[in-house]
Protein backbone atom coordinates (compact mmCIF):
# COMPACT_ATOMS: atom_id res chain seq x y z
CA UNK A 1 0.00 0.00 0.00
CA UNK A 2 1.45 3.41 -1.15
CA UNK A 3 0.25 6.83 -1.11
CA UNK A 4 2.91 9.21 -3.09
CA UNK A 5 2.61 12.68 -2.75
CA UNK A 6 3.82 15.55 -5.26
CA UNK A 7 3.24 18.84 -6.09
CA UNK A 8 4.84 20.94 -3.87
CA UNK A 9 7.46 24.06 -4.61
CA UNK A 10 7.99 27.54 -3.52
CA UNK A 11 6.15 30.11 -4.47
CA UNK A 12 5.03 33.59 -3.55
CA UNK A 13 2.83 35.06 -0.83
CA UNK A 14 -0.91 34.98 -2.69
CA UNK A 15 0.29 32.19 -5.38
CA UNK A 16 -2.14 28.94 -5.64
CA UNK A 17 -0.11 25.32 -5.34
CA UNK A 18 -2.25 21.93 -6.67
CA UNK A 19 -0.43 18.73 -4.04
CA UNK A 20 -1.81 15.86 -5.21
CA UNK A 21 -1.75 11.99 -4.00
CA UNK A 22 -1.36 9.10 -5.93
CA UNK A 23 -2.86 5.55 -3.95
CA UNK A 24 -1.61 2.24 -5.10
CA UNK A 25 -2.46 -1.35 -3.66
CA UNK A 26 -5.45 -0.29 -1.94
CA UNK A 27 -9.22 -0.34 -2.98
CA UNK A 28 -8.71 3.43 -3.08
CA UNK A 29 -12.64 3.73 -3.21
CA UNK A 30 -13.01 2.65 0.37
CA UNK A 31 -10.58 4.77 2.05
CA UNK A 32 -11.68 8.30 3.68
CA UNK A 33 -8.68 10.86 2.16
CA UNK A 34 -6.87 13.30 4.17
CA UNK A 35 -4.15 15.91 4.42
CA UNK A 36 -1.84 16.77 7.52
CA UNK A 37 1.13 18.91 7.52
CA UNK A 38 3.99 19.67 9.41
CA UNK A 39 4.98 23.36 9.99
CA UNK A 40 8.78 23.62 11.56
CA UNK A 41 8.67 23.46 15.17
CA UNK A 42 5.51 22.19 15.63
CA UNK A 43 3.63 19.11 15.64
CA UNK A 44 1.93 17.17 12.15
CA UNK A 45 -1.36 19.21 12.19
CA UNK A 46 -4.64 17.87 10.08
CA UNK A 47 -5.43 20.40 7.18
CA UNK A 48 -8.34 18.41 5.19
CA UNK A 49 -10.29 15.54 5.29
CA UNK A 50 -12.57 14.15 2.14
CA UNK A 51 -14.74 10.60 2.93
CA UNK A 52 -15.31 7.55 1.77
CA UNK A 53 -18.22 7.35 0.20
CA UNK A 54 -20.25 10.77 0.68
CA UNK A 55 -17.25 13.38 -0.59
CA UNK A 56 -17.87 14.91 2.54
CA UNK A 57 -15.23 17.02 3.46
CA UNK A 58 -13.85 19.17 6.47
CA UNK A 59 -11.42 22.13 6.56
CA UNK A 60 -9.33 23.35 9.61
CA UNK A 61 -10.19 26.52 10.23
CA UNK A 62 -6.83 28.34 9.15
CA UNK A 63 -7.92 27.15 5.81
CA UNK A 64 -11.33 27.40 4.86
CA UNK A 65 -12.03 29.24 2.17
CA UNK A 66 -8.26 28.79 0.64
CA UNK A 67 -8.26 25.24 0.45
CA UNK A 68 -9.81 22.23 -1.08
CA UNK A 69 -9.50 18.86 -0.96
CA UNK A 70 -11.39 16.38 -3.98
CA UNK A 71 -10.60 12.98 -5.27
CA UNK A 72 -11.01 11.00 -8.55
CA UNK A 73 -11.69 7.24 -7.52
CA UNK A 74 -11.55 6.54 -11.68
CA UNK A 75 -7.81 7.42 -11.16
CA UNK A 76 -6.76 6.43 -7.27
CA UNK A 77 -5.88 10.34 -6.80
CA UNK A 78 -6.32 12.87 -3.87
CA UNK A 79 -5.85 16.40 -4.58
CA UNK A 80 -5.40 19.58 -2.32
CA UNK A 81 -6.00 23.33 -4.70
CA UNK A 82 -4.33 25.80 -2.05
CA UNK A 83 -5.43 29.25 -2.85
CA UNK A 84 -4.26 32.38 -1.54
CA UNK A 85 -1.30 31.33 -0.35
CA UNK A 86 0.39 32.55 3.43
CA UNK A 87 3.88 32.04 4.80
CA UNK A 88 1.87 30.46 7.60
CA UNK A 89 1.49 27.90 5.18
CA UNK A 90 5.04 26.58 4.50
CA UNK A 91 4.95 23.25 5.92
CA UNK A 92 5.58 19.67 4.71
CA UNK A 93 2.70 18.45 3.47
CA UNK A 94 1.59 15.07 4.15
CA UNK A 95 -1.33 12.98 2.64
CA UNK A 96 -3.41 9.88 4.62
CA UNK A 97 -5.89 7.59 4.14
CA UNK A 98 -7.98 5.82 6.32
CA UNK A 99 -10.16 2.81 5.68
CA UNK A 100 -13.93 4.19 5.86
CA UNK A 101 -12.52 7.34 6.72
CA UNK A 102 -15.18 10.35 7.10
CA UNK A 103 -15.24 13.74 6.00
CA UNK A 104 -15.09 14.93 9.61
CA UNK A 105 -12.19 15.79 11.78
CA UNK A 106 -9.77 12.79 12.35
CA UNK A 107 -6.87 12.13 14.39
CA UNK A 108 -3.02 11.25 13.56
CA UNK A 109 -3.68 7.68 15.15
CA UNK A 110 -6.72 6.95 12.77
CA UNK A 111 -4.68 6.98 9.78
CA UNK A 112 -3.80 3.87 8.49
CA UNK A 113 -1.11 5.20 5.32
CA UNK A 114 0.82 7.98 5.16
CA UNK A 115 2.35 9.64 2.09
CA UNK A 116 5.89 10.80 2.32
CA UNK A 117 5.79 14.60 2.20
CA UNK A 118 6.20 17.05 -0.35
CA UNK A 119 7.18 20.48 1.05
CA UNK A 120 5.29 23.73 0.20
CA UNK A 121 7.35 26.86 0.85
CA UNK A 122 5.72 30.62 0.75
CA UNK A 123 8.08 33.19 0.33
CA UNK A 124 6.50 36.77 2.10
Known amino acids: VQLQASGGGLVHAGASLRLSCAASELTFGNYGMAWFRRIPGKERELVAT????????YYVESVKGRFTISRDNAKNMAYLQMNALTHEDTAVYYC????WGSGKSWLRSWVNVWGQGTQVTVSS
Open 96 to 99: AARK
Open 50 to 57: IGWRDGLS
